[in-house]
């Protein structure tokens, strides 16, 4: 073995130990997709209405972007999602604000909301559906519903964690009641506005789902469930793809943000 | 007479000062059951509304009935039996799997992209997906109820592991423990409070998947009897189906926070919260 050949397995093992995680993880993946499409082409016969494999997905997935269908899906599902998420921002924060600030509020209100968020309150979805009917509004009723209490409950634990010491400088310096909600609460619960958000996620798109998939004509839930109904497999793989790339992306993103808005670890996690 | 007057408000001021937030919090679930059940005495509901409104009291009978005439025990039964090998097999396969990423740096990189993807999605996604493959019947539910506790338990495993004092797993190892007796004597102990805090989330998990699963394509359990009852407008039904999964959600959490509570008794305040 010459020097430069020595240097580059040097530089390689460097490469490496740097990006160990990245490589392995990446490997697993590419690894998987390739034995899954590779045991069903040449060792187990695949029973189309049983299984199916990457590239009959791809394929479906193409054409479901080409027919313009998948857009369309995604796109009823969304509205509902920000609808309901954004009702939860708007009803959520300000509930916990009152909480986290007057004492009695959190004395009245802690026990009830607190048994409503650790309580499966999709339990609820055949009721709002039948009284809210199968279009918007009973989608956004319970992805409203199911969002609201980690926004409560972060904003509640943000405001606890306030700093005593800046209320009284705006107190001081002859600041009023608003002042102290704008300048000095609202700044500092961002982050856990943020952590809010993360943990509300996962439970609106559980909110979509569940109310697309009891009743409803169209949507993500809706197209997944359909393709189930019709043992349209790979279509089917294809939206719950699209479905988990849209997820990861979200509390990948905001996960980033928290550590950009807050290094340390705020907020609470789901209960 | 008038000084005694007094005393007995300042007695029951202070009552209610040393029990201000039981007195309130309690209070306020009280009132606002109270409220549910005289809203139709006070007002004339629409038809409309009238058709989906039922009050407490109806709620109670109803569940008193359904228990007389041994209709409700089936579905309780149903579903926990779901809930319960659902939650077993995902303890039996989350805590080894947890524990081994935890170790192992190689297996950790490999399987972290799947554990993300997976845990950032709802598991309900692959409801149809399981319903296709295992039918309606019990399976299908206890898969959906095991893929959706395996991540917390899995995840909060590992975060044990992760978290364990090196310098601790350093001694043990310099007086020649082996890996086996290394994860029995240090890791594991150390990661117990943050398995006992991913059952807590799993059990939510495990719930939603009951609930959900026995909605789409199931012929008994709870969330099957919801369901049903909401279709045929039996509101008083649906309120003992969701009651019912209120009571156990609050229960078995409260349950779990005890056993954690009492499982990181002994060590100090400032670990204790996680």
């Given amino acids: 073995m010459n020097s430069a050949e020595r240097r580059r397995a040097m530089a390689f093992k460097r490469f490496y130990a740097e990006y160990q995680r990245l490589i392995l993880g990446m490997v697993s993946v590419v690894g998987m997709m390739l034995l899954w499409e590779l045991a069903f082409t040449y060792v187990i016969p695949l029973n189309p209405f049983f299984f199916t494999k990457p590239s009959l997905i791809a394929e479906a997935f193409k054409q479901q972007i080409v027919s313009g269908s998948l857009w369309h899906d995604v796109a009823i599902s969304s509205k509902a999602f920000l609808l309901g998420f954004g009702l939860a921002v708007v009803v959520g924060i300000p509930i916990g604000v009152f909480m986290g600030w007057r004492r009695r509020a959190e004395y009245t209100l802690d026990p009830f909301l607190t048994a409503l968020y650790a309580s499966p309150l999709v339990a609820l979805a055949p009721l709002l559906i039948i009284i809210f009917g199968v279009g918007l509004t009973g989608k956004v009723a319970l992805i409203f519903l199911l969002s609201v209490f980690p926004f409560i409950f972060n904003v509640f634990a943000g405001v606890k964690c306030t700093d005593r010491l800046l209320v009284n400088v705006v107190r001081s310096f002859g600041g009023r009641e608003k002042d102290i909600y704008f300048k000095v609460i609202l700044p500092s619960i961002m982050p856990y506005i943020v952590a809010g958000a993360r943990i509300a996620i996962g439970r609106g798109i559980v909110g979509i789902l569940v109310t697309e998939f009891y009743a409803a004509s169209e949507g993500i839930g809706f197209a997944i469930s359909r393709f189930g109904d019709t043992y349209r497999l790979p279509d089917m793989f294809a939206a719950i793809m699209v479905l988990m790339i849209v997820a990861v992306g979200l509390t990948e993103g905001l996960r980033k943000l928290e550590t950009l808005v807050a290094p340390w670890k705020v907020g609470q996690e789901a209960r | ?274």
């Fill in chain 2, 1 to 274: 007479m008038e000084s005694r007057a007094r005393g007995e408000m300042n007695t029951l001021a202070s009552f209610y000062r040393e029990r201000e937030q039981a007195i309130l919090g309690g209070g306020f679930i009280l009132l606002l059951i109270l409220i549910w059940q005289i809203v139709p005495a006070l007002i004339s509901l629409p038809r409309g509304i009238a058709l989906f409104f039922t009050t407490p009291v109806e709620v109670i009978k109803s569940f008193y009935q359904l228990v007389v005439r041994n209709e409700i025990q089936s579905h309780v039964y149903t579903s926990a039996v779901e809930f319960v090998v659902g939650l077993g097999l995902a303890i039996v396969v989350g805590l080894p799997l947890g524990l081994v990423m935890g170790r192992s740096k190689i297996l950790d990189a490999m399987l972290d992209p799947f554990v993300t993807a997976f845990n950032a999605t709802p598991r309900l996604v692959f409801l149809p997906l399981l319903i296709l493959w295992l039918g309606i019947g019990i399976w299908s539910k206890i898969m959906i109820v095991f893929v959706g506790a395996l991540f917390p338990l899995l995840i909060n495993t590992y975060e044990g592991v992760k978290n364990v004092d090196r310098v601790l797993v350093n001694v043990v190892r310099s007086f020649g423990a082996s890996e086996w007796q290394t994860m029995k004597v240090v890791v594991l102990p150390n990661s117990v409070p943050y398995i006992v805090a991913g059952l807590r989330l799993a059990i939510g998990r495990a719930l939603l998947g009951v609930v959900v699963g026995e909605f789409f394509g199931a012929s008994r359990g709870l969330g099957f009897m919801i369901a049903g009852a909401a279709t045929n407008y039996k509101v008083d039904v649906v309120f003992v189906g969701v009651t019912i999964f209120m009571g156990l959600s609050l229960a078995l959490t409260h349950l779990v926070k005890r056993l954690e509570a009492r499982l990181s008794r002994w060590r100090p305040d400032e670990v204790k919260t996680f």
